[in-house]
């Protein structure tokens, strides 16, 4: 059982991360419009599935109808928005939900293996988010390594246009300021 859970665990984690973040494309606002209105019926949809079920097969099926809705919201608004933030805010919302469809597929078992099962998905959760974190503060590190980066070669070709003398001189300074951003 652990181990088909950690498996599972595993997948969850793996999709969080291939989340194309940097790639997002926006939408208009009528599709954005569109798409809430389809994410909409297609939870009530799920919902009204969840109807003909009992007890926790029942309370599962609304859990994962809540999730399927929370996560297309999610990826709706960072389709449209195509901020690093919003896609942060998917890979979040994933973990969340996933954590609470796997609680209650634990409300099936009793005693210890009820607090294992808990345990365990909690343990994916927060191993999740700190994924999602990890991520939205790898995208500043690399933001800020590349204008260090870009600033030390301006310093570099600045310091070999001083070699250089009148017109050459101004000539290798306006191209390495354009070179580098520094206009």
């Known amino acids: 059982m652990k181990n088909v859970f950690n498996f599972k665990a595993s997948l969850i984690v793996a999709g969080l991360l291939a989340l194309p973040l940097a790639q997002a494309a926006t939408m208009t606002k009528d599709a954005y419009k569109s798409g809430k209105d389809g994410i909409s019926s297609q939870y009530k949809s799920d919902k009204a599935a969840c109807s003909s079920m009992s007890a926790n097969a029942k309370d599962i099926c609304f859990e994962e109808a809540k999730a399927k809705e ?26 969340k939900t996933a954590y609470a469809v796997a609680k209650e597929k634990c409300d099936d078992q009793t005693g210890n293996a009820k607090d294992v099962c808990r345990k365990e998905a909690k343990a994916v959760e927060v191993k ?14 690399k933001a800020e390594a590349a204008t260090d980066k870009r600033d030390a070669d301006y310093k570099v070709a600045a310091e070999k246009c001083e070699a250089l003398a009148g017109d050459p001189k101004t000539s290798c300074m306006n191209a390495a300021k354009a070179r580098y951003g520094k206009m």
């Not at 195509?82 to 979040?92: A, F, L, N, Q």
């Not at 999740?128 to 590190?141: N, T």
Request: glycine share 12%.
């Open 70 to 95: 929370k996560v297309a919201l999610a990826e709706l608004e960072f389709g449209y928005t195509g901020k690093p933030r919003d896609g942060t805010k998917v890979m979040e919302v994933k973990a």
């Open 128 to 141: 999740a988010l700190a994924d999602a974190k990890m991520g939205k503060q790898i995208g500043e590190a």
